[in-house]
């Protein structure tokens, strides 16, 4: 999605970046332009291929890729992640005319989605950024209010051979966790969807969470395509949990844990690398510091952390590196992945051995050092070749991965078993004539067993088709189709309100498999794109609910509609 979106901006509205140290990226869940079948879902976990562990939209997740765990960032302090829902440093748009893109969605349960996006050039050598986005959402369910905000800044300057970029970011996350609904034992779990009468665990518990960050670049072109760079950066990420309804303790960390707790870390970045066609080196120093109230140690840890790639026609090969320079710290981080590509086929291998965030393993009463999380992983692919240019290929990926996570037990770390996965993802689209199909399925098998075993559907994903057209003399273009999703059975993880953490628990019900369809139209006049939708049309028809995570009952049946304006003059 991301390198698509930079090679039609590239062709339509940019200009040429190359002398500065980045590419043209995007922000997280923003479609590419001129496509509509990706353009009615504004939660950006709606068009991932695989499964994700969900409390609703745009709450703490998850993410299951290839049958692994995915963490925020490599210091993550919680394994739930938000970084979907994070508003990044804005691409740079290299065009002297003012270029913006203003996104609006409105739904059901008071759901509101505004987003903008702005860039032009000041002077030949020189411009700027900007984003904002807001989020806010009521829910169904007591408890679930979202209200999410950030605004992102990033200038840009090009002399010659010297370029200088610096960016500041912004987010400001309030999530309301209602625990899960509280259901009938005698009944069971599957007619607790009653929505806003339904009662639920927790009331006034609610997640806040501030991140910023600031960073600057400056690079050095020895050639059109290769420079060397500086570059700094200053990160700050603050969670804290609170509510007067919440439980006295978690279920997973320390019975001490308080009502009302917080963790505030920070991360400095210096270093610098060069980039050759070839290839790249790059070398950071970093410290990141932190503390928590009666949860974690407080901690200030240095360290070194590298980069490095190559290239060649038919190979690449990457790897990274990252050491804390202290003696109780966990063991380093690292990873290697190569891959091979011949035409529309390519092979790869990549393993990977990483800290646990730590919030899963850090608090007090831990024993140091702890083992890390190993991952090995190998793949093969085709890309099938498409009509539109605009629309991405279909890839049909074959894969295997065999992970192993260090297991907890009297405040000692063990490394637990290996589990070997192997899967089948499609993902992309294809289309004929008037008419073609999107799709995102993966289909996986776990050997073994273990707790995490039955809590990955074996089958997952949506396929989207959908028919295109015009009316004789007019500059309208239509789409109607059709999103059909759903997943086979599995058992629900169970989520810790107060950690933050999922995590699976013995003897919970199987979630029966679910299709769910939601239809919708999309109007293309030019640069504006006008789409609605219905959520869950199909709710209660085949069953009466479904989860992703247990108790979270996911939405329900919702009309939403929306419009984007690309503004370029």
């Given at each position: 999605m991301n390198a698509l979106f930079r090679l039609v901006c590239t062709g339509l509205i940019w200009g040429q970046t190359r002398f500065l140290p980045s590419a043209a990226d995007t922000l997280r869940g923003v479609a590419p332009t001129y496509l509509p079948s990706y353009q009615p879902w504004y939660d950006p976990l709606d068009t991932l291929p695989y499964f994700v562990s969900r409390l609703g939209y745009f709450k703490p997740y998850l993410a299951w890729v290839e049958g692994l765990p995915h963490y925020e960032?490599?210091?993550?302090?919680?394994?739930?992640?938000?970084?979907?829902?994070?508003?990044?440093?804005?691409p740079l748009i290299w065009t002297a005319a003012p270029y913006t893109r203003v996104r609006f969605d409105q739904s059901s349960r008071r759901t509101q989605l505004l987003s903008v996006l702005h860039g032009q050039k000041l002077r030949s050598w020189g411009g700027f950024s900007l984003a904002?986005?807001?989020?806010?959402?009521?829910?169904?369910?007591?408890?679930?209010?979202?209200?999410?905000?950030?605004a992102a800044l990033r200038a840009f300057v090009r002399k010659g051979r010297w370029s200088w970029e610096s960016a500041l970011t912004w987010n400001q996350l309030q999530d309301q966790i209602n625990?899960?609904?509280?259901?009938?034992?005698?009944?069971?779990p599957w007619t607790a969807f009653g929505k806003a009468s339904q009662p639920v665990l927790l009331k006034q518990t609610r997640w806040r969470r501030w991140k910023r960050s600031l960073s600057t670049t400056l690079a050095f072109s020895f050639t059109a395509q290769a420079y060397l760079y500086l570059s700094a950066e200053l990160l700050q990420d603050h969670f804290h949990p609170e509510g007067a309804d919440t439980p006295p303790f978690s279920p997973l960390l320390a019975d001490t844990l308080p009502v009302s707790w917080h963790v505030t870390s920070s991360l400095r970045t210096l270093g610098g690398g060069v980039v050759h066609p070839k290839g790249q080196v790059a070398l950071r120093l970093f410290q990141t510091t932190g503390e928590a109230d009666r949860l974690l140690n407080p901690w200030q840890l240095q360290g070194l952390e590298g980069e490095a790639a190559w290239q060649t026609k038919h190979l690449s090969v990457e790897g990274t590196y990252r050491r804390y320079l202290h003696s109780g710290a966990p063991p380093p981080s690292g990873s290697v992945r190569g891959v091979g590509q011949y035409g529309p086929f390519s092979v790869g291998v990549r393993y990977q051995s990483r800290n646990l965030p730590w919030l899963a393993y850090q608090y007090r009463g831990a024993s140091f050092p702890q083992p890390n999380?190993?991952?090995?992983?190998?793949w093969g692919e085709v890309a099938l070749p498409v009509q539109d240019s605009l629309q991405p290929p279909l890839r049909v990926r074959a894969w295997t991965a065999k992970y192993r996570a260090p297991w907890r037990w009297a405040g000692t770390f063990y490394r637990g078993p290996a589990q070997q996965s192997y899967g089948l993802t499609l993902r992309g689209g294809w289309s004929f004539y008037k008419g073609g199909v999107v799709l995102g399925l993966t289909a996986q098998h776990l050997v073994g067993e273990t707790r995490w075993t039955s809590c990955l559907p074996a089958l997952y994903g949506w396929v989207q088709p959908f028919f295109r057209w015009k009316l004789p003399g007019r500059p309208p273009l239509y789409e109607l189709g059709v999103r059909l999703k759903g997943f086979s059975p599995f058992r629900p993880l169970r989520y810790d309100p107060l950690a933050g953490l999922f995590y699976p628990e013995s003897g919970l019900p199987a979630q029966p498999a679910f299709v769910q369809a939601d239809p919708y139209l999309v109007i293309q006049i030019r640069r504006l794109l006008i789409y609605l939708r219905v959520e869950q049309a199909t709710e209660g028809l085949l069953s009466p609910g479904y989860y992703l995570t247990a108790w979270y009952p996911m939405p329900g049946r919702a009309f939403a509609f929306g419009v984007q304006w690309d503004l370029y003059n």
């Amino acid at each position: 999605m991301n390198a698509l979106f930079r090679l039609v901006c590239t062709g339509l509205i940019w200009g040429q970046t190359r002398f500065l140290p980045s590419a043209a990226d995007t922000l997280r869940g923003v479609a590419p332009t001129y496509l509509p079948s990706y353009q009615p879902w504004y939660d950006p976990l709606d068009t991932l291929p695989y499964f994700v562990s969900r409390l609703g939209y745009f709450k703490p997740y998850l993410a299951w890729v290839e049958g692994l765990p995915h963490y925020e960032e490599p210091w993550a302090i919680l394994p739930a992640s938000q970084a979907a829902y994070l508003t990044e440093k804005p691409p740079l748009i290299w065009t002297a005319a003012p270029y913006t893109r203003v996104r609006f969605d409105q739904s059901s349960r008071r759901t509101q989605l505004l987003s903008v996006l702005h860039g032009q050039k000041l002077r030949s050598w020189g411009g700027f950024s900007l984003a904002y986005q807001r989020r806010t959402r009521e829910g169904e369910y007591v408890g679930q209010l979202t209200d999410h905000w950030g605004a992102a800044l990033r200038a840009f300057v090009r002399k010659g051979r010297w370029s200088w970029e610096s960016a500041l970011t912004w987010n400001q996350l309030q999530d309301q966790i209602n625990g899960g609904v509280v259901y009938d034992t005698a009944e069971g779990p599957w007619t607790a969807f009653g929505k806003a009468s339904q009662p639920v665990l927790l009331k006034q518990t609610r997640w806040r969470r501030w991140k910023r960050s600031l960073s600057t670049t400056l690079a050095f072109s020895f050639t059109a395509q290769a420079y060397l760079y500086l570059s700094a950066e200053l990160l700050q990420d603050h969670f804290h949990p609170e509510g007067a309804d919440t439980p006295p303790f978690s279920p997973l960390l320390a019975d001490t844990l308080p009502v009302s707790w917080h963790v505030t870390s920070s991360l400095r970045t210096l270093g610098g690398g060069v980039v050759h066609p070839k290839g790249q080196v790059a070398l950071r120093l970093f410290q990141t510091t932190g503390e928590a109230d009666r949860l974690l140690n407080p901690w200030q840890l240095q360290g070194l952390e590298g980069e490095a790639a190559w290239q060649t026609k038919h190979l690449s090969v990457e790897g990274t590196y990252r050491r804390y320079l202290h003696s109780g710290a966990p063991p380093p981080s690292g990873s290697v992945r190569g891959v091979g590509q011949y035409g529309p086929f390519s092979v790869g291998v990549r393993y990977q051995s990483r800290n646990l965030p730590w919030l899963a393993y850090q608090y007090r009463g831990a024993s140091f050092p702890q083992p890390n999380e190993n991952i090995l992983e190998a793949w093969g692919e085709v890309a099938l070749p498409v009509q539109d240019s605009l629309q991405p290929p279909l890839r049909v990926r074959a894969w295997t991965a065999k992970y192993r996570a260090p297991w907890r037990w009297a405040g000692t770390f063990y490394r637990g078993p290996a589990q070997q996965s192997y899967g089948l993802t499609l993902r992309g689209g294809w289309s004929f004539y008037k008419g073609g199909v999107v799709l995102g399925l993966t289909a996986q098998h776990l050997v073994g067993e273990t707790r995490w075993t039955s809590c990955l559907p074996a089958l997952y994903g949506w396929v989207q088709p959908f028919f295109r057209w015009k009316l004789p003399g007019r500059p309208p273009l239509y789409e109607l189709g059709v999103r059909l999703k759903g997943f086979s059975p599995f058992r629900p993880l169970r989520y810790d309100p107060l950690a933050g953490l999922f995590y699976p628990e013995s003897g919970l019900p199987a979630q029966p498999a679910f299709v769910q369809a939601d239809p919708y139209l999309v109007i293309q006049i030019r640069r504006l794109l006008i789409y609605l939708r219905v959520e869950q049309a199909t709710e209660g028809l085949l069953s009466p609910g479904y989860y992703l995570t247990a108790w979270y009952p996911m939405p329900g049946r919702a009309f939403a509609f929306g419009v984007q304006w690309d503004l370029y003059n």
